[in-house]
C-alpha cells in the first residue's frame, strides 16, 4: 500500500487483516475476512469500508481523499499475492466489485462480476483458459453489467440481442452459442454503450474499478434500496461497504461450477444441507434460472470430494458462527472457493425450530434462542395463508406490502369493490395504485393488490392500517380500467375473474385457492420458546378484547389479563344500536334513563361473558368513550335524505317530519372535529348516568359471578382524562356506583379505577391524577399520537401519512411504530410524575403500539407493568417482551 | 375572654388587639382594627378569623372546637367595655355580623344587622331609646334578614306583607308607618318563619349570634359569591372573616344618619370627596334607595362639626392607606362612628388617574402607580361603550358578562337572528338562557342578552370567546318566546324593537342609544401610564394583525411589531376567494400553477400594506394554515343543493353536474377532524407551490419597499411544525424562495424563518427544530391548547366548557387564560430545549393568551421576549407585561 494520503481512519482492510468488524466492512467483507482468518479457501481480496461511502456522502458523492490511490495500491498487492497483473494482456487479473452492508439486504445492491476485461484483456483470458468462448462470454457479461448499473441502461435492450442472435442460429440456449457469437455481442453491447452515453466503454481497468466503486457506493441509494430499508426498518445510515475480490470462475468447464446452499432449510428450519449446484455456470446463471440446477446434496455423487469438503466447511462456519449459514461458493477447476458465508435470512417456522435446535445442540442457550426469532415475523404465522396443500403457479410476484392471504373476484374501481361486496362477494381491488379516493373500495375488499408503489404507497400504509393482505408494486400487472381487464405477464383477467394474493410473500395466483385461516392455538415449537421467553420477561403481556370469543382467543395464545375492554363495541351491536339511539336522541332525562334501562341487561351479559372468560384474570374495562353521533345515522346520508323526501313527499308528510327531526338531532350532535369533542369522560362527566349504568352493568355481572364461585377481577377504566377534577368526578362516581352494587348484593370484591392516559396534559399533570384518584394508568397511545402530532389518524393515514412515509419526513408511521421522542417523550414524563407520588402504580399501554416490537422494548425501558394488544400479537408481545427484558431487542 | 379551649392558633380578635392581617381579619375586619388603632371613632367589637371559616370548612360545616365558647367569652368582654348586656331587656346590647374576606367582594356575602335583639330586648330598646317606632322598625329589619339570610326565605313574602300593610294604611313610605305597624309586621313575620322554618324565631340571643356566625361563613360559599370569585378570579381557599360590632344607629332621629363616601370620584378618579348621607336611617336605607339621600358635601352645611371631623378622617386614612378609601359610617345622635374603610373600586379612567394624582402628590411611586390598575380593566376603554351624552333610563341590569355596548332590533331566536341580520339589520338575541344550538345566532347578533345565567354560563362565555358585549341573567326579563314579547320590569318589547346593551357594566336600555366605538388612540393619561410601564418592563409588546389598518391602529397603541400576520384572511376577501378556489379544485399542477399565479399580485400587495405600516419593526407573516375545504362552500349546503337540482332538474342537466363535481371535490377535501388534519405545514409539504407563492410575494413587497427606501424587516412564520424534518424541508424550501427573489431584485435584506409551536410535539422536539432552521419560536397557544387538552375550541367552547366551568372543573376557560400547569409545562419545556441550544432564541407567543395579564404573567416567568395580541389589547400587554416584570403580577 502506498504511504501518501492516508486517511485518519483506515478506510481499506485486505481480507487477511484480520479485521472481521460487520460495521465496517458490511456482512459480506466481515464474511470472507473470517473464513480467511479460518484458512477457509477464499481468494483474495480487500474491502473499502462503510465508513468510506459515508464519506462519500458526507461529501456530495464525491471519493474521500487518496481513496483512489489506497485503491490502487491494494490493486497492486493483489496483483503481487496473485501474481497476475491488471490488465495485463497476457495473465489478466480480473475482480469481482461486491456490496455488503451490516444488515444483509439480499438482491438489494449491486455486483459487478469479471472486471478487468477489455478489448486486449479478453485475448489474453482466452489463451491462459485456453477457452475463447468462456473468455468472450465473461467479457459480454462483463460489459452488460457495466452498461445496466453503471450507466443505468435498460437490460432488455441487451438480452434482445442476444435473443436475436440466437434466432439468427436456431438456437435456444446460451451454451449453444459460440466464441464468434460472444464476441459479435461485445461489440454490439459496446456499441450501444456508445450510443447511450456518449463515450466509450472504457478500456482503462482502473477507470473500471474506480466506476464500479461508485457505482455500488450509489446503489446505497438506489429506490429499491431505500424500498427495502424502510420496509425492514433499516437505518439509512449505515452505509455499504464494497469488497473487491479475485475472480474465480464457475464456468471454465464441467470440473467447475457454482452453488449456494443453506447450511438448515430456511423454510421449515430442517437440519439438512439445502441448496442449489450448476456445472460450468457463473453465479449469475443459477439466480437467472438458464438452466435447472441440480440439489445441492447430488454433488456427492458427481463430486464427493469437493461435497465432503463443503460439507466440512459449511458445518465449520456454522459452529463458527453459532448460525444456519447462507453459503455462496464456487469450484473452478476442481478447486472449491468460498465467496460468501452470512447469516441465513430464514421464515418464521423455520427460525423457531432452528433456534430450538440450536440449544438442544448444545450451540447456543436459551437468552440466545430468543434473540434469534424475529418477534414480528410471527405475525405471519397469525394470517389467513394459502394451503400449502395447493397446487399453483406463481402468475406474478409484487411487494410484500400487508401480510395475509385472500382471495376474491377481481374489481377495479373503489365503487364496484363496495357494490360487488354488497352483493355478498369477496373481491380484491386491483389498481394501479391507489389514492385517498379508494379507501372506501380498499375497506370493502378482502385484499389490494397494485401495479405500482412500494412499502410506503398508499396502498401498503392504509392496507397495514386496515390488518388487510396487500400486494403492490406488481409490475407485471397491467390495467385497462374503461374495459375494466387487465394482464398479468399477458394473462387476461377480467372483472368478476378470481383472484389470490399473498401479502405474506407478494405472491399472486390467478384462481380462488384455498386458504388457512390463523390457527387458534399456538403451534408446539412456538409454545416451547414462548415459555423461555416467558422465564425471561419482566412485563406481563395483556391482551385487546371486547368479546368473551377474543378473550379466550388471547388466554390461549398466553394473555395474562384484558388491557383493553371497549364498550362501545358492544353498543354498536345490532340488537342494541336502537336502544342507544333511543338514548342519545332522548329529549328528557325520563326517556334516556328508560333507554339505559333497557341497556344495562345488555351490558351485564357482556361482561359476564368476558370476566367469564378471564376468570383469575384482570379485565379492564374502558367506560363509553366515542362521540354520540358516531351512534348516530351518517349526517351526509340524512341530509340527502331529508331532501328527498321534502321534493317528494312535501314537508307536511309523517316519512319528512321523522327524517327532519332525526336530521335536526345529528345536526345538533355534531362537531367540527369529533376527536377533539364530547367524548371520552366528558361524556360520562356531561351525561352521569351512562357511566353509572356502565359501572352498575359491571359489577352487577361480577357480582352474579361471585355468587358462581368464580374469581373475577374487574378493572374500571376512565377514558381521555386530562386534568385532576376530572379524575376525581368520574372516580369518586363509579366507585360510589361500585361500592353500591356490591353493598345490595351482599358481595366483597377487590377492584380498581384507573385511567387511560391519553392526552398530552395527561401526561404532564399524571402526578395529580394519582392523587385525585387514579388506581392504574393505561397509555392509550393511539390518541396520545394523535395529539401529540396534531394527526387525525383517520384523515392523516389516508392523506399525509404517506406522502410523508415517502418523502422520509417520517420514517415510521408514529400509529404503527411508537414515536419515541415526542410520544415516548410525554409517556416517561406520566411514570416519572405518577410514580413519583405512587411508586408501585400499576401501568401499562393499551394502543396498538402494545403488540409491535420495537414499542414493546420502548414499554420495558419505560418499566411499564404490561403491554395489552390484540390476542393474535399476544405471541409477538411475549417474545419482544423477553427480548426488551435481555437486552436483545431496544 | 375564657382560658378554656384556647386553639393553637388564635382565631378571634378584637379590633384594638392592634392586628390587622388581611389574610386573617379580611378587609373590613383589619379595617376597623386600623381605625380603631389610629385612634378613630369606632364601635368596639371583635373578629372571628378567615382561619376559623376554613377550619370549619374543612371539618365539614361545623364549628372549629371552642370557638362558641370563645365568642360567648369576646361577647361578655364587649358588654364590659360598653356598659350593655347581650339580652338584657333594659340595655340590651345590640351587634352587627358582618362579612369580609381578604380581596374584596361587595354585596357577595352577608350582614346581619341589630342582632340581640328579641320580644324582651326589643322593650328595653324601645324604652332606652324613647323611640317605639324605631324599636320595632330595628326588630322587623333584624327578623327580617335573620329569615332571608339564616333561613335563606324568600325575601319577597316580607315585601309584600310590608306592602299589604301601606296599602291598609294608605301610605306609600316606611317612614309614614307607625310603632305598631311595625310590630305587628313583626308578628305576622315570625309567624312566616315558624312556617316555613317549622320553629320559632329564636329568642335566645346567643343562639341568635352562632346562627348569624354560621350563616355568614356559609355565604362564602354561595353561588352568588362563588360566581363572583370565578368571574374575578379570586381562589376559593380565603375564607371570609366575621366581625362582631356593637351597633349604633343612624336612625335614631335627625341628629343621626348614616352615609357612604369615597375619597376621589371612583368613576372619573377627580380628586373629590364623593358620596352620599341620609338623615335618620340605617346604612341598608342607603343601598335599598327608599329616599334620595343628599350629596356628603351637603353635610358641610347641615352637620359642619361631624362635616369637618369626617373630611379630617377621610384624608388621614386615605394617607395612611396611601390609596382611595370607600368608607361607611354613621351618625348616632351627633357622635361619627366609623363602621368601614376599605381600598376603594373604581372604574378603568379613575384607576389610571388615581394613579397618575397620587404619584404626583408624592404618596406612592410610579411602580406603585403600575400596580394600581388593574390592566384587564383597560379592556373596558377599548370597547364600544353608550356615549355618556346619552340620558337613559337604565331598563334593567344584568350580569356584566362580555364587556362592550350593543344596540340593535330584539329576536327572540337563533333563527331570526340570522334571518334579520341578512336582510342588514343589526340585532340583539334575547333569550331566557343560550344553548349551543344558538351559536349561529350568537354569531349574527351584536350583542346577547339572557334572562338566566351567570358569567360561566353559556352565554357568557361564549359571547366572551366571540368578543361580544353580553348581558346574562337579568332577571327583570321576561319572555314569551311563541308570541316573540318580552318585558322588561313590566315594559312590554316586542321584536324588532330597539334595545341597546352594555356588556361593560350590565346595564339594559330600551330603544336605540348612540354609542361611541372605541378609541383609535390612547388616551393622555394612560399614554402616560404606559410610558412608566414601558420603563420596567423586559417584554417586548408586539400585537396581531392581518390588515395594514390594524396594523397602524397596533402601532399607534404602542406595539413593537407584528407577531402574527395571518395570511388566510386574504384568501378569504371576496375578490380572491374564487382564485382560492379555482387553485384548490384543481386538477393538474398547471391549473394549480395558473391560480397561485393570480393569486400572487394580491398577496404582494397584502404585504406591502402591512410591511409599509411596520417600518422598522418586524413584521411576522404566518404562511397558509387553515384547511383547504375551509375556503370551499360547506358540504352540507352542497348536499342539500346537489340533492334538490337532482330532483328538479335532472341528473343531465348542466346546473346538476356542476353542482356535483364541486360536491364531489368538497367531500373528497372533507375530513372527520380538519384541526388535525390537512394543514398548517402539511400543505405546505403537500403543495409545496402554495408556500412557495407565499414567499415569494412576501419578498417580492419587502423589495419593492426597500427600493423605495421603506425600512422593512418580514419574518417568515411556518405553522403546526412538529418534527426535525418538517422544520428542514419548509425552512429550506422558504429560504430558497426568498434568496431567489432577493438575488433577482438584488436587494440584500435581513430576514428570519421561524415556527409557530403549537403542537405538543414541538414542545418536546423543540431543539430539534432550532437545530434544523427555526430562527424563532411563536407559541400559538390556541392550538397548543386545543392538543394539550384535546379540546376542539369549536366545539368545546359551545358545549362542554361551558359545563366545566360551572361544575368547578375547570377553574378558567383554558382558551382565555394559559392552563399553566399543562400547556405552560411544554411551553417551559419548549423553550429550557430551544435555548438549549441557542442561548438567545427569539421566542414570543401570538395566541389570544398575550393580551390576558396572567398569561402575560407566566410569559415573563418563561423569559419570553414578546407577547403579542390583538391591537386593542396592546395598552393591556403593556401594563401587564411592567407589572410582571416589578412583580406585581404573578
Redesign the interface.
Known amino acids: 500500500m502506498s504511504a501518501r494520503a492516508q486517511p485518519t481512519v483506515k478506510d481499506l482492510y485486505f481480507f487477511n487483516e484480520s479485521n472481521t468488524s460487520r460495521d465496517l466492512l458490511g456482512g459480506k467483507g466481515a464474511g470472507l475476512a473470517e473464513m480467511t482468518a479460518a484458512g477457509l479457501p477464499v481468494p483474495p481480496g480487500f474491502t473499502i469500508t462503510t465508513q468510506a461511502c459515508l464519506q462519500y456522502y458526507a461529501d456530495g458523492r464525491v471519493f474521500p481523499e487518496g481513496l483512489i490511490a489506497r485503491v490502487d495500491a491494494a490493486v497492486a498487492e493483489l496483483e503481487r499475492r496473485t501474481g497476475q497483473r491488471f490488465g495485463d494482456p497476457a495473465a489478466p487479473l480480473l475482480v469481482s466489485v461486491r456490496s455488503g452492508a451490516r444488515i444483509s439486504m439480499p438482491g438489494m445492491m449491486d455486483t459487478i462480476l469479471n472486471l478487468g476485461l477489455n478489448d486486449e484483456t479478453v485475448l489474453g483470458l482466452a489463451s491462459l483458459t485456453g477457452n475463447e468462448r468462456f473468455a468472450w462470454d465473461a467479457y459480454r457479461r462483463f460489459v452488460t453489467m457495466y452498461a445496466t448499473i453503471v450507466l443505468d441502461l435498460d437490460k432488455d435492450e441487451f438480452e434482445e440481442l442476444l435473443d436475436d442472435r440466437k434466432r439468427e442460429l436456431g438456437v435456444s440456449t446460451d451454451p449453444e452459442l459460440d466464441a464468434a457469437s460472444w464476441k459479435m455481442l461485445v461489440d454490439r453491447y459496446k456499441a450501444i454503450v456508445r450510443e447511450r452515453s456518449g463515450r466509450d466503454f472504457p478500456q482503462d481497468v482502473h477507470e473500471q474499478l474506480h466506476l464500479a466503486i461508485r457505482a455500488v457506493f450509489d446503489s446505497w441509494n438506489s429506490k429499491r434500496a431505500i424500498d427495502y430499508r424502510r420496509f425492514n426498518r433499516i437505518s439509512d445510515d449505515l452505509g455499504t461497504a464494497v469488497s473487491v475480490v479475485q475472480m474465480v470462475f464457475g464456468n471454465m468447464g464441467e470440473d467447475s461450477g457454482t452453488g449456494v446452499a443453506f447450511t438448515r432449510d430456511p423454510n421449515t428450519g430442517e437440519r439438512v444441507l439445502f441448496g442449489e449446484y450448476l456445472h460450468n455456470a457463473q453465479g449469475e446463471d443459477v439466480v437467472a434460472g438458464i438452466r435447472t440446477p441440480e440439489r445441492i446434496a447430488d454433488l456427492e455423487s458427481s463430486m464427493p470430494t469437493i461435497y465432503r469438503q463443503f460439507v466440512e466447511i459449511a458445518q465449520r462456519l456454522e459452529r463458527h458462527y453459532r448460525d444456519v449459514q447462507d453459503l455462496e461458493f464456487t469450484v473452478e477447476r476442481g478447486k472449491l472457493y468460498m465467496l460468501q458465508a452470512r447469516s441465513a435470512k430464514r421464515s418464521a417456522e423455520a427460525a423457531v425450530r432452528i433456534a430450538l435446535d440450536l440449544v438442544e445442540e448444545g450451540m447456543i442457550d436459551r437468552r440466545t434462542a430468543l434473540g434469534r426469532v424475529d418477534a414480528s415475523a410471527l405475525d405471519h404465522l397469525f394470517h389467513a395463508r394459502i394451503d400449502p396443500a395447493e397446487q399453483f403457479e406463481v402468475a406474478c410476484k409484487g411487494l410484500n406490502a400487508s401480510p395475509g392471504a385472500a382471495a376474491g373476484r377481481v374489481v377495479f374501481s373503489a365503487d364496484d369493490a363496495v357494490a360487488w361486496s354488497q352483493r355478498g362477494e369477496d373481491v380484491v381491488l386491483v389498481r394501479v395504485e391507489t389514492t ?2 379508494d379507501v372506501h373500495g380498499m375497506i370493502a375488499a378482502r385484499g389490494v393488490l397494485t401495479a405500482k408503489g412500494g412499502a410506503t404507497s398508499h396502498a401498503a400504509v392504509v392496507a397495514r392500517g386496515m390488518g388487510k393482505p396487500c400486494v403492490a408494486g406488481c409490475e407485471a400487472l397491467q390495467i385497462d380500467r374503461r374495459t375494466k381487464h387487465a394482464t398479468i405477464n399477458g394473462v387476461p383477467i377480467k372483472e368478476g375473474d378470481w383472484i389470490t394474493i399473498d401479502g405474506t410473500t407478494g405472491a399472486v395466483a390467478i384462481g380462488r385457492l384455498q386458504l388457512i385461516p390463523p390457527p387458534a392455538t399456538l403451534p408446539e415449537r412456538l409454545a416451547t420458546l414462548l415459555s423461555w421467553a416467558d422465564d425471561e420477561r419482566r412485563m406481563q403481556i395483556w391482551a385487546n378484547a371486547d368479546t368473551p370469543e377474543d378473550a379466550r382467543k388471547a388466554r390461549a395464545f398466553g394473555a395474562e389479563g384484558i388491557g383493553l375492554c371497549r364498550t362501545e363495541h358492544m353498543f354498536m351491536q345490532q340488537d342494541r344500536l336502537p336502544v342507544v339511539q333511543e338514548m342519545i336522541l332522548a329529549n328528557t332525562p325520563e326517556a334516556r334513563a328508560s333507554a339505559l334501562t333497557r341497556l344495562l341487561p345488555f351490558q351485564r351479559e357482556d361482561f359476564v361473558g368476558i370476566l367469564e372468560a378471564m376468570a383469575g384474570l384482570p379485565v379492564t374495562i374502558r367506560l363509553l368513550d366515542p362521540p354520540l353521533h358516531e351512534f348516530l345515522p351518517s ?2 346520508t340524512l ?2 335524505e331529508t ?2 323526501l321534502r ?2 313527499k312535501g314537508i307536511e308528510s309523517p316519512e319528512y317530519k321523522r327524517s327532519d327531526t332525526v336530521l335536526k338531532r345529528v345536526q ?1 350532535l355534531h ?8 367524548r ?1 369522560c ?1 361524556l360520562g ?2 351525561y352521569p348516568e351512562i357511566y353509572a349504568m356502565q359501572v352498575r352493568a359491571i359489577f352487577e355481572a361480577a357480582c352474579d359471578l361471585v355468587k358462581r364461585g368464580v374469581d373475577v377481577r374487574p378493572e374500571v377504566m376512565i377514558p ?1 382524562v ?2 385532576a ?2 379524575m376525581r ?1 368520574t372516580y369518586d362516581n363509579a366507585k360510589s356506583v361500585a361500592d353500591e352494587v356490591l353493598k345490595e348484593r351482599g358481595v366483597t370484591l377487590s377492584y380498581h379505577i384507573g385511567t387511560m392516559v ?4 395527561a401526561c ?2 399524571a402526578d ?1 391524577l394519582v392523587l385525585h384518584g387514579a388506581e392504574f394508568f393505561s397509555f392509550g397511545t393511539n ?1 396520545l399520537t ?7 389518524r ?3 393515514e389516508n ?2 401519512i404517506p ?2 412515509l415517502e ?4 420514517t415510521d408511521d408514529p400509529f404503527q411504530i411508537l ?1 419515541r ?3 415516548g ?2 409517556m416517561h414524563e406520566a411514570v416519572q410524575r405518577g410514580r413519583s407520588v405512587q411508586p408501585d402504580l400499576k401501568i401499562g399501554i393499551c394502543g396498538e403500539h402494545g403488540g409491535e416490537p420495537s414499542s414493546v422494548a420502548f414499554c420495558e425501558q419505560l418499566k411499564l407493568d404490561y403491554v395489552s394488544c390484540s390476542p393474535y400479537r399476544v405471541p409477538i408481545a411475549r417474545l419482544a417482551a423477553a427480548q426488551a427484558a435481555i437486552g436483545a431487542l431496544e
Open positions: 385517498p379516493d349526517l351526509e341530509l340527502v331532501t328527498e321534493l317528494t345538533q362537531e367540527q372535529n369529533p376527536m377533539l369533542g364530547l371520552v366528558r362527566i356531561l381521555g386530562g386534568s377534577r376530572e368526578i391519553e392526552l398530552p396534559r404532564v399533570v395529580d390518541d394523535q395529539t401529540t402530532y396534531g394527526f387525525s383517520d384523515d392523516a392523506s399525509f406522502r410523508y418523502q422520509r419526513i417520517l414515536d421522542k415526542g410520544v417523550w410525554l
